[in-house]
Structure formats: C-alpha cells, structure tokens
C-alpha cells in the first residue's frame, strides 16, 4: 500500500505546527497530514474548484488538486471542539504510522 503525500507550501507548514504544537519536520508535517486524511472523515469534495476538506479530530484540513496534478494543502483550521461521533482507530493510526516511519501522538 503506497500512501500519497500532499504537497506542503511554507504557510500550511506553519500553520499546521501553530495549530498542533507539534515540533517537527516539513517531511514528518507530509506524513502527518498524509495519515489524518486517511484516517479522517471526508467533509466536503468541491468539483468546482477540485478540493477536498477531511475532519480529523479537532483539525479541518483542506487539500486542492491543482490543474496539472499536483494535490497541496491549502488550509488548516482548528475547530473548538473534536468533531461529534469521531472516533480514532488507533490500530490503522499505529499501523500507518509505522509504514510511513512516524510515531505515535495519540
């Protein structure tokens, strides 16, 4: 199982630590990001402008495809509160984790 990373300009990648509190590594922030998306409830698909929002506990993370292929991160937001009825499955959470060589944070 190959896992697809999203590209990560310097402002995501910023505000991502902000949001998180995480230090950590452009590269580690990819996997990171890789692994809440596909862990993450997929909110919102907008074929108008080709983005796509996951909910992963109290993080929206917004990832756009652009015209030529590439998908980046676009936007991160903390919410108030965990989303309602979330759930982390921490076994795919550990086993991802694992895969794309990062540790656990839950």
Known sequence: ???KLYELPNYAYNKFKQVTGWPMSK???EKEIARM???GIPVHK???YNQIMYLFDNLRIRINTTFDGRELVTG???LKEPIYGWDLNTKQYA?????LGLESRY
């Open 95 to 99: 086993k991802i984790g694992k895969k």
């Open 1 to 3: 199982m190959n896992i």
């Open 37 to 39: 998306a596909l862990l």
């Open 27 to 29: 590269e580690e922030a």
């Open 46 to 48: 907008d074929h108008k």
């Open 76 to 78: 991160i937001w903390e």
